[in-house]
């Protein structure tokens, strides 16, 4: 299983003071370092975080791992992402208000818009993936217009505080990562997951990458970024082998 680092919330750590530290790029190059398998960054229209300059480094500067790009289906975002060709491109819903993206990507409602945006994208030689919700629709809206891979939306998840409502949820999840898996889609999955909550993720063998940032990122400052990574890696490889056992 891979790991994505996504080194979103050092920008924003920098942002903060509008300086020039931490550095994203910097972070990058150890998240690679420490054993991350991708270092994912999102490029939000209003700029809260990442920079234009700070992916174009960061695609020139990353050369041994995948860098995914999260993005918005825009025009401005399109042009930018066939210009600067990331391996992938995750395609996110995005509103300027919410503090983090609060849930999937409404495929199915859109594929009209999204079939030739998706076209555009391969074309240009990038791998397209679509972040949803584990919803069966919306994996089959995803097969039907090409997409690459899926990233399934742990959000639900990783809020869930009701221990029942959570395994139910992990089920969810699973059976998401199978019904997709068997339509011939790379599973991915991402959002919110912790230190705490990531094994039970982790333990669905049809996903095979998970997309982290804010936790890695957070425990970073007590923990060193390098040391953050390899412990979440580490929880990773626990939770395919216990499940390997089993």
Not at 30 to 43: F, P, R
Request: with cysteine; proline share 3%.
């Amino acid at each position: 299983m891979r790991l994505g680092v996504n080194i979103d919330h050092i920008a924003t750590l920098r942002e903060a003071r509008k300086t020039d530290e931490p550095d994203p790029v910097k972070g990058a190059i150890i998240a690679v370092q420490s054993g991350a398998d991708q270092i994912t960054l999102h490029l939000r229209e209003d700029r809260r975080h990442i920079q234009d300059e700070d992916l174009f480094k960061i695609r020139c500067t990353i050369k041994n791992v995948p860098v995914n790009l999260e993005m918005a289906s825009t025009e401005e975002m399109k042009i930018i992402a066939t210009s600067v060709k990331p391996d992938t491109v995750t395609l996110v819903p995005e509103r300027r208000e919410e503090l983090t993206t609060e849930g999937g990507l409404n495929v199915a409602d859109n594929k009209d818009y999204l079939k030739n945006y998706i076209k555009e994208l391969k074309n240009a030689g990038i791998k397209v993936s679509l972040f949803i919700d584990p919803d069966k629709k919306q994996i089959e809206a995803s097969k039907e217009l090409e997409a690459d891979a899926i990233e399934l939306h742990t959000g639900e998840y990783a809020n869930q505080k009701d221990i029942e409502l959570a395994k139910k949820e992990v089920e969810r999840i699973r059976e998401a990562a199978k019904f997709g898996k068997s339509l011939g889609l790379e599973i991915v999955a991402g959002h919110g997951l912790t230190y705490n909550n990531v094994k039970p993720i982790a333990s669905i063998e049809e996903i095979e990458e998970l997309n982290i940032g804010h936790s890695i990122i957070a425990n970073s400052i007590f923990w060193g970024l390098s040391t953050a990574v390899k412990r979440m890696k580490r929880l990773m490889i626990e939770a395919r082998e216990i499940k390997t056992k089993e």
